[in-house]
Nanobody, 126 residues
Framework: QVQLVESGGGSVQAGGSLRLSCAVS????????LAWFRQPPGKRREAVGTFNTADRRASYDVTAKGRFTVSTDNGNNTLYLQINRLQPEDTAVYFCAARSPGYTACWAPPSRYTYWGQGTQVTVSS
């Protein structure tokens, strides 16, 4: 069973940067889809970016592209989310997630992701 543990959140000023990490364990070689989601206060959980471990390609929400970068280490044991030029509207709890083994459609709603971390808070002040 895949286990995910996020770290790296915190409070930052607008314009700053953060790199979130997600330690992935229990990883199956057929676990192709890893992702970062976020949930702003009072809003629904939304995808920020996904990573396909088979072709090592990342996909992004249109609002995230350019400021957010999703990547992994070579062994796919750690998933990263680099966020640059942080804005107050980036304030949210950030979650990493994994789909069940065998699925390759990584850009998918939260309901399609089976495994979740506990989340890490990112707060951006203006």
């Amino acid at each position: 069973q895949v286990q995910l543990v996020e770290s790296g959140g915190g409070s930052v000023q607008a314009g700053g940067s953060l790199r979130l990490s997600c330690a992935v364990s229990g990883y199956s070689t057929e676990t192709y889809c890893l992702a970062w989601f976020r949930q702003p206060p009072g809003k629904r959980r939304e995808a920020v970016g996904t990573f396909n471990t088979a072709d090592r390609r990342a996909s992004y929400d249109v609002t995230a592209k350019g400021r957010f970068t999703v990547s992994t280490d070579n062994g796919n044991n750690t998933l990263y989310l680099q966020i640059n030029r942080l804005q107050p509207e980036d304030t949210a709890v950030y979650f990493c997630a994994a789909r069940s083994p065998g699925y390759t459609a990584c850009w998918a709603p939260p309901s399609r992701y089976t495994y979740w971390g506990q989340g890490t808070q990112v707060t951006v002040s203006s």
